[in-house]
């Protein structure tokens, strides 16, 4: 997910401890905007000269702002601090299976400013199109970082491979070529999508959460508290490649019995005897409308498909152990299949059927990845390293 495609030499060991207060103090008012000087020293056990020094230097970097908290009893007044309106700014870039996505977020990670469009597949035309709208985004503001979803495993080399777009190795630099020496930070689509979840989601507060999303084929993340597990290359979270799936068939990954050709739009269409649809998600949505409706052909092949997430996700469980599972894209619609809950119960360990990991709709819908790739860029821009470049 932290793939690095950024520039610039290499911050001294000295130079970046300088911003290790300054980076905690962020953090704590990115988690909770509106804390007081005390209790910020509270939190962090800073003494009060401490909190005063490292609020103004983030004050006039232009990180925070202050104001006047709400009188309670006697005593002095206080000020509240939160992000600054007028602050740095990240890029948050969202590429999709068959468009993109392009916004402005600040230090609350709220992304706005969002322009987007239907793409080709054509890796050359679609960087080009994400220069032109990085830079027309970021026109005004001071940027400090980018942060690209791609639909694509990513190691901490870079982006591995797109295989579902076609693309094959692609580089990525260029997107934020415009900015400058701007960093590029690229995760995976359904990593992102699982950090907003479990930082702002339907997953916020859990020590350990799964996050699993149906688009074309199927993604997702582990998520400890509120950080994915990446692993030992930074490619963790392929759940779509465990081999749940049906054992004859090839996965474009060159694997076989991947799990998400089983529970997508191309599964679905496969139940109910159609081509191979160009747009799964889209394909998968209407066949969900349609068992809605009470078609009972439609019916029978959504049973099917949510059966095999269902058991699946069981076994995810099983792995795992978390506090909660968050369920995006096509399996939302696939959860409220009649049979979904059945089939999930009936594949748990029975020590865990009497309380089983609850099973929920992710809260940020197909917004997850774009406000997953602001948080990434944030995490970069205000850690000790990142401040060090901005600020010194």
Known sequence: MTASTGTGREPGRARVDRWRTKAEVLGEVRRTPGLTRVELGRRLGLSSASVTETVTRLRDAGWITERRAPVQGRGRPTTCLGPC?????VVAVDVRHEDWRVGLAGLDGEVTGVVGARH????????????????????????????????????????????????????????????????????????LAGVAEARTGAAAGAHTAVHLIVEVGLGGALLLDGYPHLGARGAAGEYGHLPFGDPA???????????????????????????????????????????AGGEARAVEAVRGVAACLARGIAGVVHVHDPDV??????????????????AYTGALMAFRRDRPVPVLDARHGDDGALL?????????????????????
Do not use: K, M
């Open 120 to 191: 080709d597949r054509e890796p050359e035309q679609v960087a080009a199109a994400l220069r032109e709208a990085v830079a027309r985004v970021a026109a005004g503001h001071r940027v400090v970082a980018v942060g690209l979803a791609a639909p694509a495993p990513v190691s901490i080399e870079g982006l591995v491979s797109a295989g579902e777009l076609a693309w094959d190795a692609v580089d990525l630099a260029s997107v934020a070529a415009a900015l400058g020496p701007v960093p590029l930070r690229v995760g995976n689509d359904a990593t």
């Open 85 to 89: 309106p007028d602050g740095p700014r």
């Open 372 to 392: 997953g790739a602001a948080a990434l860029a944030l995490d970069h821009a205000t850690s000790p390293e990142g401040l060090a470049e901005i600020c010194d």
């Open 325 to 342: 599972v968050v369920l995006g894209g096509l399996a939302r619609g696939l959860r409220a299949s009649p049979g979904f809950d059945e």
């Open 249 to 291: 068939r090839r996965c474009v990954c060159g694997a076989t019995g991947c799990w998400g050709s089983d529970v997508d739009g191309r599964a679905l269409a496969r139940r109910l005897g159609d081509d191979p649809p160009a747009d799964p998600r889209s394909y998968g949505d209407a066949v969900l409308a349609r068992a």
